[in-house]
């Protein structure tokens, strides 16, 4: 079975600073591995996605992330931070052949800016 | 298009009551999976609809039930509520059923067991 580690539960970084929030996985086969923010009182939104291809993936808001097999770690970046970027981030992990029911979310971390 | 929507906001009931969720998802899309989310487990897989059928589940007791309508729009139903269940129960849909398809989340509903 898969799991994620979401090393950090909270992290408070100030305004235009760079942030990275990491993200580790544990599968024996390969997965598709997701970031998704959750801004208070709503639901959660997918900031980006790696399927295959190249490690690097650029998504929403400024933030990307870069797939290390090796280091079996999914880390997001953003090079300067905003007040609107306090949120809670989540990442996931699911099966290619597994479908919803086997998605995996990490805990959480919670991005504070601070001004 | 309108997103994902969910009703209501908010809840709060009494130990041993029932209680109804409601989602919509985006138009066009067929699948719809429910999550509920706590302070201390983080966002746990309950169950994804397509087609009105039942595809997946998670690991939660039978007191979690669920239904997919043909026009998708998909309700959830917790029966003899105990205090665990106070959680945020997010809907999220999809155009198709695969892991690497988007999902879409609406802004859940919070439930208060009291």
């Known amino acids: 079975a898969q799991s994620v580690t979401q090393l950090d539960s909270q992290v408070p970084v100030f305004e235009e600073a760079p942030v990275e929030l990491r993200c580790n996985y544990s599968s024996s086969v390969s997965v598709y591995l997701f970031w998704y923010v959750q801004y208070p009182n709503q639901g959660l939104q997918l900031l980006l996605k790696?399927?295959?291809?190249?490690?690097l993936v650029k998504g929403i808001n400024g933030f990307e992330a870069e797939f290390n097999k090796s280091q079996t770690s999914f880390h997001l970046r953003k090079p300067s931070v905003h007040i609107s970027d306090t949120a809670e981030y989540f990442c996931?992990?699911?099966?290619?052949?597994?479908?919803?029911?086997?998605?995996?979310f990490g805990i959480g971390t919670k991005l504070q800016v601070i001004p | 298009k309108a997103g994902v929507t969910q009703t209501p906001r908010y809840l709060i009931k009494t130990r041993g009551q029932q209680v109804t969720l409601s989602c919509s998802p985006i138009s066009g899309h067929r699948s719809v999976s429910w999550y509920q989310q706590t302070p201390g487990q983080g966002l746990q897989f309950l169950f994804e609809?397509?087609?009105?059928?039942?595809?997946n589940k998670g690991n939660f007791p039978g007191r979690f039930s669920g239904r997919q309508f043909s026009n998708s729009r998909s309700e959830m139903n917790v029966s003899t509520l105990e205090l665990g269940d106070s959680a945020l129960y997010l809907c999220?849909?999809?155009?198709?059923?695969?892991?690497?398809?988007?999902?879409?989340f609406g802004p859940g509903t919070r439930l208060t067991v009291l």
């Open positions: 999220a849909s999809s155009l198709l059923r695969e892991g690497a398809d988007t999902q879409y």
């Open positions: 790696y399927l295959s291809g190249s490690t």
């Open positions: 996931a992990v699911i099966l290619p052949s597994g479908g919803y029911q086997k998605v995996t």
């Open positions: 609809y397509f087609s009105e059928t039942q595809r």
